[in-house]
């Protein structure tokens, strides 16, 4: 068996140094999703106030994913932009200034990061703003707000994460590349591309050419999926002789029945999303298919617990040379079943066993897929404009009239 | 809206003074899953000297169901048991002490508890011992050592819980009964009845004339199921003329498929149960169910996370006049989506669109039933004997030959 | 291989010395289901006028399961009572008479009997005028006029079937015993007993008593469920030393989700019911587990087709020494497809096959189980009395209204 | 309520006329899989013997479709090309003859033809001769000969389908189109294109080049897919600037799940595919659809039976202005069930009920999609080489190796 690799503590290389060594570096997994489950976030305006709120929870989260085997603590700002955290009656800008969201979770990723190998990274994602047709300086300057708190924190290096359309994505690596830092940066898209019919070798080749050194997915597709998704980045990069790291940070859900916009066109999006959860050894088949498809960044989004990032981390382990420390807890492929005291519990310690489980849902009066809401409005949509105030009564009831159940 | 309450921290009423006043009680979720996804609870023993290694982890899971609206915290005691902590290569016993990790699992549940107004618990469970067919002495001694752990650090009542056979609860019941403190007992058992076949009625009143106040089951099987086993219980207890609160402390796994012996049997048990876990909509009709039934101690078990009990809080809160402080960051039946960007995510922001939404797995290459193993062992049989040694390879390959997969 | 036997035409022994002698009689399938298909049929009354009005149909489904292995072809006289010809604005026994419509039956499933060795047995069914609480002397004369008929013909042997009710069950077979020729009777009910809560063993002690040589359950549940509760009649028998035949006729189509009313309260009866019939593998299952059970007259009902007969015959063709006509064009477990043109169908040649395959439905966005409907009416309920006149819009309004979909 | 036409028996108007004048023109089912079902027609070899050993079987299927609104009775003379009859042990043109097999289902073709308005079609198939290689030459004699009794019996035009390589297909529509006789060319191919990888729309244009006055396809896919094919076909015409008719002739198999080469390669082909077969009301639907794509030519395939081709002639009677003989049996979307006694099931007639279910399975231990195999192999490869002696058993253990069931 490999050893288990308690993370040192000095001496960190940095991201680029990792992967331009061929280093494999694992990320991290979701934050919204899981502190959702754990009381801190509220879905909806899936805001990161939590950092200042209740630290103790972010920092706990954190310290899972890096027992788990991340290499990358992400600083929990998704979503920290000014103009979102004034979105719809969240107002959280006004109660607390985005300032003291992005400094708080800037100090707490530093501070586990410091009890093991791991590096921070400071994230921006897309906009209300940009939705809302505000023109290029001004998305600009939103995302130059949070750089500044990243600048002054000295995060190690920056992730533009969670764009919908390239063009806003361009814009915000062009602002984190002044600070002279790596920057990393993913689209939330899946094979068909953004949401102005951009395909995804042409996102890559647009990111890598604004500065982005590390370019690949994120969020709102299964692991399958994103990796096609990557696939055809890396195919783009290769036409164009570009050359970038590849990365994939997929949903911890099965998605097989999605159309453009991903999981949240989905009618279980967000509440219902159970059945779909994906199994530490679906992340171990992921996992395998990334590496093998060349990308060397690998983690995960919402739905990903730190169980799933271990089970990135002990697939990758051969070629890694270690385990990480949260498999002091955990057998490769079940083989720690054999300490269970019912006999045909132990008779599933071994990968054939779990390798080859199509799981039951044990919902028989459930479906297997459904049918995505697919509204098709984006950028520039009435509907989708930023408001400070929060949603009427009555632009509920229109809403409502337009859907089925 | 009802208010969110801020938990008292002093004046404390007992658990007896709550039920006998009618007051809903709610339990805790399920430790051992939970930390098992966090990293800190190994599968397989299913031990909890978390509570000494890592303090930390089990802290923030007892304030996130505290959070949740808990009003009881089980110390995390569970498989405690000395013979456990020392069975099939586990040497917790001999590395850290029975004593110490039942202590530790106290301290920090009483620290959490006296953050709000929930009561702590002392639990036991089943043990290796019975099943190896010690007599009654011995397993009593067994269940005495933690006892003496829980008055010491004077708990404020004890559980005795996760029973497959009445005759060894009924021996625990005994034992923690010479406390003088008030004692609940719930069996892991379906409407089958216990191991030996002894009916949820019977055990029922077994488990009183024993000394338990408050009766009911625990894990195993969906809330569903559970209900219907209490259903029998409170049927044989009126039958026999006792009274004793009732107490359902189930899965959030959906296990419509399961034989006697519950989810243990399932192919899926332990690493492939996601696509059977309950959503909160589920669980809001499970403690609407389970409060129609007359059932006041209303909690979970194995896959309760913090936003499951959230969810009995919040289904419960007309009769409480109150929301758990966890509701700060939800709104009932998903109305926060009215702040979600998305106007079709925003159009979900109704109870009718999620009670009646039929949530698909996303694997429609798997079945939604598994026919479960039923190996018909129970108490004597030689696969079930306690073992301090790791089960050898000659043993597990005599177990494959039994399995098919 | 077993030889195929075309079928004696003459000497022919009747039914009970057949079982009498140990042999297997193999019964027919359903003709309401299949000529509804091919377009002779009604659902909704599913009146047999098509004896009359298209003859040629009628012969060609006999002759197609006399080839499959059939040793009884039943008259088609199923609801050919006059007051069930007369119900709900179906105006048959006005249009053609009663009379006419049973005897064109006789003729043609004698007529096909007559080209191999099998018997005609004239068939009863429950009697609208029952459910209109009609008195016992009444509702005797309903079934007296099939008998008449019956007897003029010189069918080979009687059976009463589809009934709900163990009362009017027993006034069939008395009606039917006064003709002297044996008597089978089979009721359409589950485990759970008839509609009036009779449990299955006392069902079959009762028919026996009335004069029945033969009993056994037909239609309403698929195979699994009618083999357990012909168990719970042979049982009933066994308790009160009585001594009959064994007859089984399920439906070929999977009902795991009914209520006690079988397949009728299920959604998807009658025109949606296609993802639930059974493979011909299903039956081969069937048909040995039903010989293991003592059963000796296996046959079918609604959804059987004359392959799934062929299913029967083949199943148990080493019992009877020799396979059916309709065997030249099958082969045991898929041999046959030996011949296939394309190697990977070739490949599917075997029992190994085609046992173990769990068959997709391809429909990912349906459910595998279904609510059924459980209005919990019968006998004497307004809804279901005789009605010479058509549903009115009024009356159908009243019935959409306690309707969900 | 629309008028039920008797069917004219004289003075037909031809299919050109027919399609030209824009009339809508139904199509027939399934022979080889409906005659399989019945008992006459061997799965494997698939071969129309029948039309000899059992005129009587073939003949009631013609006239169920007949009645059911067919305008055009195919002879069943599928795979009766001289070397697909005497392939792998399939010694029919050595028992019978190729010539009278073709003759004897000219006959009967005509026979129910002349009962009613229907033409009658002579169709050929693809031949085991292509597959092996065999030049354009020798191919085109097998078509000659069946075309050679085509002309003797004076069908009224001319089909070749089931075609996998529109290269054999346009040599096939080449030796059709010798005979004067209106020409119909269809491919069993999905949105990929044939086995060559030609695209659909391509396809399209070579037929119509070859002398198809309508093409499309038929068979290997579901209704939607083939739906889809034939858009890309019509789609690869406009382009070009050809004017044809279009055609369709799907399976009534769900076929979600499939590859390229379609329901041929999923596991449950041929002996599973029963939880796949399509209701009316999804037939409904296809007709409807098919129309509103500009179909005019509307039947089916494998799968087809009579109730499904009356299903294409009660959703277009608004436009053709009558129904079908064989809606005598049947009202619109379920309203005979107004005569049904129970009241439930009378609440179910109506079109909302029908339109929106979603019809259950009844096997919650089966997944609801399958992989299929794709074998990759096509002309030319040895295992798909005609061989007049049947498979050895080495032969077939070679495949079993290859396989993983």
Request: hydrophobic content about 35%; aromatic content about 8%; proline content about 6%.
């Amino acid at each position: 068996m490999l050893p288990i690799r308690k993370t040192a503590k000095q001496g960190k290389r940095g991201i680029l140094e990792r992967l331009d060594g061929g280093e494999i570096v694992i990320g991290d997994g979701g934050f919204v999703f899981a502190l959702e489950k754990r009381g801190y976030v509220k879905a909806g305006p899936w805001t990161p106030e939590a950092t200042v709120e209740h630290p103790e929870a972010v920092r706990q989260l954190h310290r899972e994913f890096l027992r788990a085997g991340s290499n990358v603590l992400q600083t929990f700002t998704f979503y920290a932009s000014e103009d979102k955290l004034e979105n719809r009656g969240n107002y959280v800008a006004e109660k607390i200034s985005c300032q003291k969201v992005n400094e708080a979770a800037c100090d707490i990723a530093r501070e586990v990061a410091n009890e093991g190998d791991a590096l921070v990274a400071g994230g921006v994602s897309q906009t209300p703003s940009y939705l809302s047709c505000k023109d290029k300086t001004e998305v600009k300057a939103i995302f130059r707000k949070q750089l500044d708190v990243f600048m002054k924190k000295n995060v190690d290096f920056l992730i533009a994460e969670y764009f919908e359309h390239v063009e806003e994505a361009v814009w915000a690596v062009e602002v984190l590349k002044e600070s002279g830092k790596p920057v990393a940066a993913t689209m939330c898209i899946g094979p068909e591309g953004d949401m102005h019919g951009v395909p995804p070798g042409q996102c890559a080749v647009q990111l890598v050419k604004a500065g982005a050194s590390i370019v690949g997915v994120n969020c709102h597709f299964d692991p399958e999926i994103s990796l096609e998704t990557v696939k055809l980045m890396k195919e783009g990069l290769q036409a164009a002789k570009l050359k970038a790291h590849l990365m994939s940070q997929p949903l911890a859900f099965h998605t097989p029945d999605c159309g453009k916009q991903g999981f949240i066109d989905l009618p279980e999006f967000p509440f219902g999303l159970e059945p779909r959860i994906v199994t530490r050894w679906d992340i171990q088949k992921y996992a395998r298919k990334a590496y093998d498809l060349g990308i060397r960044y690998i983690g995960g989004c919402c739905g990903f617990e730190p169980y799933h990032i271990r089970a990135i981390a002990e697939e990758l382990a051969p070629e890694r040379g270690f385990l990480p420390e949260a498999s002091e807890k955990h057998g490769s492929w079940g083989d720690n079943l054999s300490m269970h005291t019912k006999p045909w519990v132990r008779a599933r310690a071994r990968k054939e066993y779990w390798e080859n489980l199509k799981p039951a849902s044990g919902r028989p009066y459930c479906p297997s897929m459904s049918k995505p809401d697919g509204w098709g409005v984006t950028k520039g949509a009435r509907e989708l404009m930023q408001q400070k105030e929060a949603t009427t009564e009555q632009q509920l009831r229109e809403l409502f009239q337009k859907q089925k159940i």
